[in-house]
């Protein structure tokens, strides 16, 4: 009975919380470069990127909401950054899939500044969005009995009207990096945009036409050199789509500790819903991230076992001696 008050809780929270936000979200926004922003393919200093992530949430409560995001991004000669990416989110109880993927190709050619090192990306990014549910994992209300519980082979009269949907998707973005040698402050940031074909939602009520709403983010901050060593990178994030809002604030530190070795540690805020600390260590081209959420908002009162954790791994095909063309996009 305790596990059904929780999710009964979380049902009435959530529905008052989450407004229309579709997409999922992610602590280490900056590990999963094509989801955030087209504009930062190929904003590496390297030849070629390879990430992953990994997020599990809410797995005291139901069944674990699960996302799991994969992209791949590399420089051209010829002033082009190419990028494809998927991503794969599992939601509950229900059965829910959430699946898209696309390819991406951003012009990195703005370049300015004493010495070009200042520079901006636009990238375009086109791909697909597929969804589905599994009827077989539904529980409707006339297939309960009061004595029994629920019967699952009692037919409903409940139907789902349509339980898979797939439509073409279309986003972009610009990115700005600041990758002069001899600043002790460089600035990045961006902003982006997805869903530009507002592609239609099919699984609202029959005889209303539902879309999915634009989603907007800003992103930013600094990598500030304290010594030759140790850098603070400050950072936020603004995202919105439809009536919902997410805003994110951070910093972290970066510590060398040699030519192969790296680590960093820090805090983000997900402000009124999580506190999320989290570690990272760069060993040569790969750099594993971890952070967990730790839920504060009414949702995390309300129902116990809300928190959440995600792993990031990123590998990248740095070359030795190669001046950096600009500011590679922050670790997390």
């Not at 999710?7 to 009435?12: E, H, T």
């Not at 390879?50 to 699960?66: D, G, H, L």
């Not at 939601?91 to 898209?100: E, H, K, L």
């Amino acid at each position: 009975m305790k596990k059904y008050l929780h999710i009964v809780l979380f049902l009435l929270v959530i529905g008052k919380e989450a407004d229309s936000q579709v997409d999922p979200h992610f602590s280490q926004f900056y590990a999963n470069p094509l989801w955030l922003n087209p504009g930062m393919a190929g904003v590496i200093d390297g030849g070629m990127r390879i990430s992953a992530i990994y997020r599990n949430q809410w797995n005291q409560v139901m069944v674990p909401f699960t996302t799991r995001g994969f992209s791949m991004d590399f420089q051209t000669n010829k002033n082009l950054n190419i990028g494809a990416s998927i991503l794969n989110q599992q939601a509950g109880n229900a059965g829910y899939n959430y699946n898209t993927g696309g390819i991406t190709v951003a012009y990195s050619g703005m370049r300015f500044g004493t010495e070009k090192e200042q520079q901006v990306v636009i990238g375009i990014q086109a791909g697909f969005i597929s969804r589905h549910f599994d009827p077989a994992k539904f529980q409707f209300g006339d297939q309960w009995n009061p004595v029994t519980g629920f019967v699952p082979s009692t037919p409903s009269a409940d139907q789902l009207a349509k339980t898979r949907a797939s439509s073409l998707d279309l986003g972009a973005g610009l990115s700005y990096m600041d990758g002069s040698k001899n600043k002790s402050v460089r600035l990045f940031g961006g902003f982006s945009a997805f869903h530009l074909t507002k592609p239609e939602d099919p699984f609202i009520s029959a005889g209303t036409k539902s879309y999915l709403p634009v989603r907007f983010s800003v992103h930013g901050g600094a990598r500030i050199s304290l010594t030759d060593n140790f850098s603070l990178i400050p950072n936020l994030l603004w995202m919105k789509q439809g009536s919902a809002q997410e805003k994110m604030a951070g910093v972290y530190g970066d510590y060398t500790v040699n030519e192969q070795t790296g680590v960093m540690f820090g805090l983000n805020y997900r402000f009124k819903d999580a506190i999320s600390p989290f570690a990272g260590l760069a060993y040569g081209p790969i750099v594993l991230g971890v952070s967990y959420d730790i839920n504060n908002s009414s949702l995390g009162k309300a129902v116990p076992g809300t928190n959440s954790l995600e792993i990031s791994l990123s590998w990248i095909n740095r070359k030795s001696g190669k001046p950096l063309r600009y500011l590679s996009c922050p670790r997390f």
